[in-house]
C-alpha cells in the first residue's frame, strides 16, 4: 500500500515535525544539541580527571569521543520509549507504518550526533591532534550505520512494550543509567578487571564506543569489534521487529 | 461484476478492559500466569458477528445509540483497529477516520498537520504542500495557517479536519459524527462537498445522531444495535425502525450505571 518514496515523506515529515516542535520554545534551539553533552563531559573531567585523577592521557578529549555517541544511545532509546504514547492521537486515527516514529528519532538524534562531529574535531584542534584520517571516509557511515541499526531495534522494542507497560520508561532510564556506568565511556576498557571484561563484551555498547574512539583518535576501524558489533545490531534489530509485528495491531485499542 | 469496496465477513471485536490492562509492571509480573489470563478473559466486547458490503460509489450511514459500536466499525475499516475474529476486507487507498478534534498534533501549526496528516495518509510531500493553500482556504483558516492548533476553537478544528480530508481527493471516506460541529453555514458547505463526492462516486460511510443528514446524505443505512446488526437496508426503512425503537426506549436504557446520565427525563 505505502511505497519507498511514501516511507521517505513520512520519515521526513515525522523529522521536519520532532525538531520544530522540539526547538521551537527554546532561545538556544540546536546549540542545545551539543550543549548539554559539552556541559555533561565537563562535569565528568572534574570529577574523575581532577578529583579522581584518573591516569587517561588527554582526558578531555577521550571523554568528549565517547559522551557524544553514547548520548546518541540514550537519548534515541529514551525518546523511542515515549514516542508512540506521544503520538497517540495520530496512531488511533491514520493507519500509516508507525515503526517510522522510532526510525525518526532514532534518526534525529543521529543528526544531533553528526552535528557533534565539529564539536569532536574542535576539539582535537584545540588537542594538537591530527585532524582527518582517510580511513574517516568509510568508518563514519560503516559505525554510524551499525549503530542506528542497533538503536532503532532496541527503539522498537521498548515503544512497543510501553503502550502496553508505561513502567517501561521508567525502568528504561533507570537501565541507560546503569549501562552507562558499565560501558568504558568514562574509563578505557583495558582498566576493567580481567574478572570483568566477559561482561563488558555482553554491553553491546562496549564495541560502538570502542569504535567510535579509535577512529576518531587513531583513525582506525577495529574490525573485530565492528562484526560483533553488527551481529549485536542485527539481532536487535530482528528481536525488535519481531515483537513490533506481534503489537502493532493492538496499539489502537489500547492507547 | 465488481468486488464490494469494503467487506466485513463476522467481523467480531473485543477490548481489553481498562484497569486489567494498566495493571502494574510489578502486579503484572508476579502473578503472571493469573494476570495473562485475566488480561485474555476480561474483555469488552464492541462488536458480534458483524457482516456487510459495500459497494464502490455508494453512500451508507451507520446509525445506533452511543457505544453500539459505530465508530469501532469504522476504526476497523481504517486499519487502525484489527477484528478480533472474522475479516475485514478494504479495496481501497487508507483512508482516515475523520473525527472531531483526532489526528492533529497540538504544538504543530495548521499548515504543518496538514502536511503531517497528508503524508501519513500515504500522499507525496510535493503534492500536499501544493494542496494546503487550498485547504486553508476551504477551512476559512488562512489567518490561522500559522498559529499552532492548541488555539483552535473544536469548531476550527472540525473544520480543518474536514477540508484536510475531503481537499486530498480521497475514494473512500469515514465520517464520524464531524458535521455536529461547525456553524450551519459550514455544515451547509460540507453538505455541499459530500453531495459533489456522491456525484463524482465517492464511496462514503456517515456516522450520525441526525436523521435528517442520514436522510439526506445517504442511500443505504445500517443500525446497529447492542453490538449487532439490527437492520441494513434503505434509508427510509432502516431509520424509521430505530427512531421508532428510540421513542419507545430499548431495554438497555434501564441498566442500572446508565440510569445516571440517562435517566431524569423519565423519573420526573
Known sequence: MYSVKNYLDITIVLIAKDFKIKYKNTKLGYVWAVGYPLVFAGILYIAFKNIIRIKVDNYGLFLIVGIFPWQWFANAIYLSSITLISNASIIKKIMFPKSLLPLSTVLIEMVHFAISWIVIIVFLFINDHHLFYFSWVYGLPLISAIQLVLIFGIGLVVSSLNIFFRDTERIVSIMITMLFYLTPVIYPLNMVPEAFKPYFLLNPMTGIVELWRALFLEGFVLWRWLGISAVYAALSLLGGSMLYRRLKGRFAEVL | M???????????????????????????????????????????????????????????????????????????????????????????????????????????????????????????????????????????????????????????????????????????????????????????????????????????????????????????????????????????????????????????????????????????
Not at chain 2, 25 to 47: D, Q, T, Y
Not at chain 2, 56 to 64: D, P, V
Not at chain 2, 87 to 106: A, D, K, T, W, Y
Open chain 2, 2 to 268: 465488481m468486488k464490494p469496496l469494503i467487506e466485513f465477513n463476522g467481523v467480531g471485536k473485543s477490548f481489553p478492559l481498562y484497569h486489567s490492562l494498566h495493571a502494574s509492571f510489578k502486579s503484572f509480573l508476579l502473578g503472571l500466569p493469573k494476570s495473562l489470563k485475566k488480561f485474555r478473559s476480561e474483555r469488552f466486547v464492541a462488536l458480534e458477528d458483524i457482516s456487510f458490503r459495500v459497494n464502490a460509489g455508494e453512500t451508507l450511514g451507520l446509525i445506533g445509540k452511543n457505544g453500539s459500536g459505530k465508530s469501532t466499525t469504522l476504526g476497523l475499516i481504517a486499519g487502525v483497529l484489527e477484528p478480533s475474529i472474522g475479516r475485514v476486507i478494504v479495496r481501497e487507498r487508507v483512508s482516515p477516520l475523520l473525527e472531531l478534534g483526532g489526528g492533529f498534533h497540538p504544538d504543530l501549526t495548521g499548515r504543518e498537520n496538514i502536511l503531517l496528516k497528508g503524508v501519513l495518509l500515504g500522499l507525496p510531500r510535493k503534492f500536499v504542500s501544493g494542496k494546503s493553500d487550498e485547504i486553508l482556504d476551504f477551512a476559512e483558516l488562512p489567518s490561522f495557517a500559522d498559529q499552532p492548533i492548541r488555539t483552535y476553537s473544536s469548531g476550527m478544528l472540525a473544520r480543518l479536519g474536514f477540508s484536510i480530508i475531503t481537499q486530498l481527493q480521497p475514494k473512500l471516506l469515514l465520517i464520524d459524527e464531524v458535521l455536529a460541529v461547525g456553524d450551519v453555514r459550514f455544515k451547509e458547505k460540507c453538505y455541499g462537498v459530500i453531495e459533489g463526492f456522491k456525484k463524482k462516486g465517492v464511496t462514503m460511510l456517515l456516522v450520525s445522531h441526525s436523521p435528517y443528514e442520514i436522510r439526506r446524505l445517504c442511500d443505504r443505512a445500517i443500525w446497529i444495535d447492542s453490538h449487532r446488526i439490527k437492520d441494513d437496508g434503505p434509508v427510509g426503512r432502516v431509520l424509521e425502525g430505530y427512531l421508532k425503537a428510540m421513542q419507545q426506549g430499548s431495554p438497555n436504557l434501564h441498566k442500572p450505571e446508565r440510569i445516571a446520565t440517562k435517566a431524569p427525563s423519565h423519573k420526573q
